[in-house]
C-alpha cells in the first residue's frame, strides 16, 4: 500500500510538472505577441502590458473582510470563489485559446491570524481555473478604530498585500498592493452578526518575461548566422489599477460568509522601457464577485 501510494504522488507530482499535459486555455504562450520585423524579432509591449494588467488584476489577493482584526488569539480560515470579467481580445494573441472566455473564476484559499489588538496577518494561494497559474501572497492588517460595535462608529482598517505569480510559462509578475476600508458589525442575538464594509485599493503590477522565440517551431541552426529570434518583455515600470470594492460579513457562530464585488477601472497608466519607448496599458473594465465561506477559531 505505501509503495502504491508512492507511486500514485509521483504521478502526480509529474503531470503537474508537464506543461503540455495540463495546459489550459488560459496558460500563457508568450511567444505569440512577438513578430519579425525586417529579420529582427519585436515583441507587441502594449499587447503584453495590457495583458499582464489584467491578469495581474484577476491573480491579486482578495480582500473578503470587514476592517475588524480578528484579535489577539483568533485565526480563520476561507475558501474564497471570485469571478473575474477580462477582456477576450487581450488575453486571446498570448494564451493556449484563441477566444477565451469573458470570465476566467479563481479560487483563494487563506488562513489568517491575529498577532495583537489591531494587528493581523495572513497568508495563502489562488488560482486560476483552466489553467497552470497559482499566485502565492499574503497581507498585513492594522485596524486603528475598532471595537465601538455599540455606538454608530465605524471601524477603519489599512491593509497591505502582496504576490507572486507561478505555473506562468515565461512570465514573471508581482503584484503589491495598500488599502483602507471601513466597517461596522450589526448583532443579531448572540450567535449571529452582519458586518457591512467598504473600501478602496490602490494594485501594482510588476511584469516582465523569460527569453522567448518569436519562430518556436524553426531550428535556429538552421537560420543565417546573422539572424536572431529571441525576445524578451522588459519590465516598463509598475501597472496601476484601482479597486473600490464593497462587500458584507456574516458570521454565525464560527461560520463566516462573505460577499464582495470590487469594479476595477481600465488601466490608464504609462510605463517606459530602457530606451525611452512609451508603453501604454489599454486594459478594460474589470468586475470582480466574490462568495466567501470559512471557519473563525
Known amino acids: 500500500m505505501p509503495r502504491r501510494f508512492l507511486f500514485s504522488i509521483a504521478l502526480a507530482v509529474a503531470g503537474l510538472t508537464s506543461t503540455e499535459a495540463w495546459a489550459g486555455p488560459y496558460d500563457l504562450n508568450l511567444s505569440r505577441l512577438g513578430s519579425l520585423q525586417g529579420g529582427v524579432p519585436q515583441g507587441d509591449n502594449t499587447a503584453f502590458r495590457t495583458l499582464s494588467s489584467e ?159 518569436v519562430t518556436p517551431g524553426t531550428d535556429e541552426f538552421l537560420m543565417p548566422a546573422d539572424m536572431s529570434s529571441e525576445f524578451v518583455f522588459r519590465d516598463a515600470g509598475a501597472i496601476v489599477r484601482h479597486r473600490p470594492f464593497l462587500g458584507a460579513r456574516f458570521i454565525f457562530s464560527v461560520m463566516r460568509l462573505a460577499a464582495e464585488y470590487m469594479i476595477v477601472p481600465g488601466g490608464g497608466s504609462t510605463g517606459e522601457l530602457d530606451d525611452g519607448t512609451q508603453v501604454e496599458d489599454l486594459s478594460s473594465l474589470q468586475h470582480q464577485f466574490t462568495i466567501s465561506l470559512g471557519l473563525d477559531f
Do not use: C
Open 55 to 213: 491578469l495581474g488584476t484577476v491573480m491579486a489577493p482578495t480582500i473578503a473582510d470587514s476592517a475588524d482584526s480578528l484579535g489577539l488569539s483568533a485565526f480563520a480560515v476561507s475558501a474564497d470563489l471570485t469571478i473575474n470579467t477580462i477582456t477576450p481580445e487581450n488575453w486571446s494573441g498570448a494564451t493556449q485559446s484563441d477566444s477565451p472566455r469573458g470570465t476566467a473564476p479563481s479560487l483563494q484559499i487563506m488562513g489568517r491570524k491575529g498577532l495583537w489588538p489591531g494587528l493581523e496577518i495572513g497568508a495563502g494561494a489562488k488560482h486560476l481555473f483552466d489553467s497552470r497559474m497559482w499566485a502565492m501572497g499574503g497581507y498585513v492588517k492594522a485596524s486603528f478604530h475598532e471595537g465601538f460595535h455599540h455606538l454608530p462608529i465605524p471601524s477603519i482598517s489599512a491593509r497591505g498585500s502582496f504576490s507572486r505569480l507561478v505555473g506562468a510559462r515565461d512570465m514573471n509578475l508581482s503584484t503589491a498592493a495598500v488599502d483602507i476600508s471601513l466597517s461596522h458589525v450589526f448583532g443579531i442575538g448572540k450567535t449571529f452578526n452582519i458586518t457591512p464594509y467598504a473600501g478602496y485599493q490602490a494594485l501594482f503590477i510588476f511584469a516582465n518575461s523569460g527569453v522567448l522565440d
